[in-house]
């Protein structure tokens, strides 16, 4: 597996983004797919989390109504749509595969390099 992530970019305060997440080795579809974000001197925290096929998805609170995450498996693609986008979450976001959906970054095997959201005020 090898997840590189795409889509971030600077945004005013309500703005949308929408980031991909692609396995270039097109074996993602047979892993549950999480987002998480840093920032520089913090641990990363959950986002977001979709099972194998999709039926099932995970949110963090502060995310959700505003976040979305779907997935495309012939594309060996996993998207998350930024709605309403806040100053807060302004983080390097990360994409994972793993086993189960989880929130925990330790039931997350393969780890993208990220991809840089910054919400101007």
């Known amino acids: 597996v090898q997840l590189v992530e795409s889509g971030g970019g600077l945004v005013q305060t309500g703005g949308s983004l929408r980031l991909s997440c692609t396995d270039s080795?097109?074996?993602?579809?047979?892993?549950?797919m999480g987002w998480f974000r840093q920032n520089p001197g913090q641990d990363p925290e959950f986002v977001a989390a979709?099972?194998?096929?999709?039926?099932?998805?995970y949110y963090a609170d502060s995310v959700k109504g505003r976040f979305n995450i779907s997935r495309d498996d012939a594309k060996s693609t996993v998207y998350l749509q930024l709605n309403s986008l806040k100053p807060e979450d302004t983080a390097l976001y990360y994409c994972?595969?793993?086993?189960?959906?989880?929130?925990?970054?330790?039931?997350?095997?393969?780890w993208g390099r990220g991809t840089q959201v910054t919400v101007s005020s």
């Open positions: 994972a595969a793993g086993g189960v959906v989880s929130s925990t970054t330790r039931q997350y095997t393969y």
């Open positions: 080795e097109r074996a993602a579809r047979t892993f549950a």
């Open positions: 979709i099972s194998r096929g999709g039926g099932t998805t």
